[in-house]
């Protein structure tokens, strides 16, 4: 079995920051790619930042520039700096991983619990 445990989320004010990381841990024998996702109440989750084992990345439009993630191989960790925060960008955070475990044949999509992040006006 595998477990995405994410930490860091919390309320900060508009323009600030925050870091916010996700530990894969388990039967994990590669991991293809790490993601973030977020969703605010009444709308649909969405796809904020992705990078691959080879460390290429891909930002949804409205947080490019602000946020960064970034990924510690060694420990099957990713983390997502967030900077200049806005209102909009209050949601649960989910972190997502794409991995072939040493269990099942595949690729198999695993995802956390979310972590709350609000940012006040």
């Known amino acids: 079995q595998v477990q995405l445990v994410e930490s860091g989320g919390g309320l900060v004010q508009a323009g600030g920051s925050l870091r916010v990381s996700c530990a894969a841990s388990?039967?994990?024998?590669?991991?293809?790619?790490m993601s973030w996702y977020r969703q605010a109440p009444g709308k649909q989750r969405e796809l904020v930042a992705a990078?691959?084992?080879?460390?290429?990345?891909n930002y949804a439009d409205s947080v490019k520039g602000r946020f960064t993630i970034s990924r510690d191989n060694a420990n099957n960790t990713v983390h997502l700096q967030m900077n200049n925060l806005k209102p909009e960008d209050t949601a649960v955070y989910y972190c997502?991983?794409?991995?072939?475990?040493?269990?099942?044949?595949?690729?198999?999509?695993?995802w956390g619990q979310g972590t709350q992040v609000t940012v006040s006006s």
């Open positions: 388990g039967s994990i024998f590669s991991i293809i790619g």
């Open positions: 990078i691959t084992g080879v460390g290429s990345t």
């Open positions: 997502n991983a794409v991995l072939v475990v040493t269990t099942f044949p595949g690729l198999h999509d695993y």
